[in-house]
């Protein structure tokens, strides 16, 4: 009997991998692994490999095709050009490492940000939608008329480094005042152990414990992003008009409250004799870019029931 084509979505972040593994007439299958400390290249291929080694193992069937949703900076051939969060993999040839830890599969990378507001925009029925995704650093994607802007040749749209701030903190791309510079997950945890006044480093649940309790150093720390936020989503509004502002990534998803502090600094922000940018919750929480990956790897393959409403960016030069 012959085994169904099986497609895998993979969102590679600068913390963790995260992927899903479909197929028809199987149960979908998700997985994940956190990056060791450092930047040890060689070590995260290496870590990578073995993981999805026993992805395919475990799979139902052969892996048709893969979509990569990736925060890095590639080339037009797949070659990591800039990643700030993890720079020893500047060089890496990120699309031909995957072709040999997947052989026979077609493999394509793109803009997690660029396939999370796709994702979100599908699964919202929403042609107009601009994507903001808090996580280890802040990603962004815009689809106006159902199609992902500025377009698969043009570049991604990198929404995490509008400068909101031209005197701000350094940003991890060696700009002043990125809005990543302050809104990122990395950013916040940095401020609140500043705040803090500890010598050790507040962790992710510490922060989300103390932001529900309100603990001052906690909201002062969580608040400065949503203000940057803030000032970027208005900066956006007057280029876009979308229909909608979406928020997601798993940073933002895991404190309760931060897209109503975005809301209210936006309000603040508003121009008169224009209402304020409609901001809500991301329908996919914190994988939107994994189900944009989805799509990717879908669209690789014809006649796999993948939406055809808008193109997938694939193999975008950043």
């Not at 992003?225 to 909608?244: D, I, K, W």
């Amino acid at each position: 009997m012959m085994r169904s084509s099986c497609f895998l979505a993979m969102d590679v972040g600068g913390t963790k991998v995260a992927i899903r593994l479909e197929s028809d007439g199987a149960q979908p299958y998700e997985s994940a692994f956190r990056w060791r400390d450092g930047d040890d290249v060689r070590a995260d291929i290496r870590a990578l490999a073995a993981f999805l080694d026993g992805v395919r193992r475990n799979a139902p069937g052969p892996i048709a095709a893969a979509g990569v949703a990736v925060p890095a900076t590639l080339d037009r051939s797949g070659r990591v050009t800039a990643w700030p969060n993890r720079p020893g993999w500047v060089g890496l040839d990120l699309r031909a490492e995957l072709s040999r830890m997947l052989p026979g599969a077609a493999v394509e990378c793109a803009d997690d940000g660029d396939l999370a507001a796709l994702a979100e925009a599908r699964a919202a029925h929403c042609d107009d939608v601009v994507y903001l995704g808090i996580g280890t650093g802040v990603g962004g994607g815009v689809v106006l008329g159902g199609e992902p802007a500025p377009g698969p040749r043009r570049g991604s749209c990198e929404l995490g480094h509008l400068i909101v701030d031209r005197s701000g903190a350094r940003c991890d791309c060696g700009r002043r005042g990125c809005v990543q510079a302050f809104a990122s997950g990395r950013a916040i945890l940095r401020r609140a152990t500043r705040l803090r006044g500890e010598e050790y480093r507040v962790g992710y649940d510490e922060l989300v414990e103390a932001w529900r309790d309100r603990r001052s150093w906690a909201v002062l720390a969580v608040d400065e992003g949503c203000a940057a936020l803030a000032a970027a989503v208005t900066g956006a509004n007057e280029l876009f008009r979308p229909s909608v502002f979406i928020i997601g990534g798993g940073f933002a998803e895991g404190l309760p409250g931060f897209i109503q502090a975005v809301e209210c600094h936006t309000r603040r922000l508003a121009r008169a004799g224009h209402p304020a940018p409609r901001i809500r919750p991301a329908l996919l929480g914190g994988l939107s870019s994994l189900g944009g990956a989805m799509l990717l790897g879908r669209s690789l393959v014809p006649d796999t029931g993948s939406p055809a409403s808008a193109p997938v960016p694939a193999g975008v030069p950043h």
